[in-house]
């Protein structure tokens, strides 16, 4: 076994950004079963993966009215699918379900908005959700909702709009349930709104610096920084559009551990996680018009992958305890804190 699969052997090591459901949920349309297990498991045990946070996500050409009907279809295929899986996944709603899935030899799915628009314009829904399970509000994806504006990939002149009046109660309401904020995708006004309103944790599932990718969808210093002193973490993306915005052809893995280098020694590398945001294999859900913007291909397309930067991080000096750390530890000290 070489350090680096040491390493992510011992680790609670955790994606945490994949879009699992929408995959799910668009396979079992065409007929599929079990995809889970056919599709991803034999990646994420190669990987020593323990943990996804799976994103609920809905396509703009479904919005509004649509949202909340697809987003109950990818609950309803992932709960499915949950019940064929012969006890292989487990649906985790807090730190402990992951810590006892983890003894258990078993792979823990963590839910996630990316985007309130299920909700429907109504904070009050979001109980409704967490009953289902989901424990990650992702306010906004990288357009214009009810309750929040998100950053464009492109446009660095879009100012938008920051948290609503709803998006405030939503915050709210998040935070009094017991579910973890993901500022990935808003605009600054919305991000500097939501560190404003919080008085918990705020993490980024899938976000890079800007300082090293130049793209409004990237966090700035300051961005940064404000999430560390919360107590939050960051997922570094390894999406090369969004790792190397300006030159994304020629995305590495090395990309990927220089953002965590620069986010660690700006604040400190409690601050790291990995929330790859793979899209590479979800083709067969074409629908999902988000590829087209976000994506050329994945710097890390299988969960195998994770060996190699492991070992970049190793190069870069960084110590064993800090890797484990940025693999899952430091998520998973949010979760502690926020899901109780
Ligand atoms: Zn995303």
Request: charged share 25%; aromatic share 6%; with cysteine.
């Amino acid at each position: 076994m070489s350090k680096a699969q040491e390493i992510l052997a011992r680790s609670t090591v955790i994606d945490c950004h994949l879009d699992l459901l929408p995959d799910l949920e668009a396979k079992h349309r065409q007929g599929r079963k079990n995809v889970l297990l056919e599709d991803y498991m034999e990646g994420f045990k190669k990987g020593g993966v323990d943990v996804i946070v799976s994103s609920i996500f809905v396509d703009s050409d479904l919005l509004p009215e649509m949202a909340q009907k697809k987003a109950l279809a990818q609950i309803a295929a992932f709960y499915e699918e949950l019940d064929t899986c012969g006890g292989q996944f487990v649906l985790a709603t807090c730190a402990e379900d992951i810590e006892k899935a983890r003894r258990e030899n078993k792979l823990a799915i963590m839910l996630a908005f990316e985007g309130a628009e299920p909700l429907s314009g109504d904070p009050s829904l979001l109980r409704v959700f967490y009953a289902l399970g989901v424990r990650i509000l992702g306010l906004c994806w990288s357009r214009s909702n009810w309750a929040a504006d998100g950053s464009r990939f492109f446009d660095f002149d879009y100012q938008g709009y920051g948290l609503t009046e709803g998006g405030r109660e939503l915050v709210r309401q998040a935070e009094q349930l017991g579910m973890v904020i993901d500022i990935s995708h808003t605009n600054e006004k919305t991000f500097w709104d939501v560190v404003e309103a919080s008085h918990q944790p705020i993490i980024a599932t899938h976000s890079c610096a800007r300082a090293l990718s130049d793209t409004p969808r990237n966090l700035s210093d300051d961005q940064i920084r404000a999430i560390a002193k919360l107590g939050g973490v960051i997922g570094i993306n390894g999406a090369s559009l969004v790792a190397r915005f300006a030159d994304p052809a020629g995305a590495t893995v090395s990309d990927l551990a220089a953002h965590m280098e620069y986010e660690s020694r700006l604040t400190s590398p409690d601050i790291l996680a990995v929330g790859l945001d793979q899209c590479d294999r979800l083709e067969s859900s074409s629908t999902m018009q988000k590829e087209e913007f976000r994506c050329v291909f994945d710097v890390i397309p299988t969960h195998e992958g994770l060996e190699g930067l492991v070992s970049a991080l190793l190069e870069k000096g960084m110590s064993e305890d800090q890797i484990s750390g940025a693999l899952g530890g430091n998520l998973m000290r949010v979760l502690r804190r926020v899901l109780g």
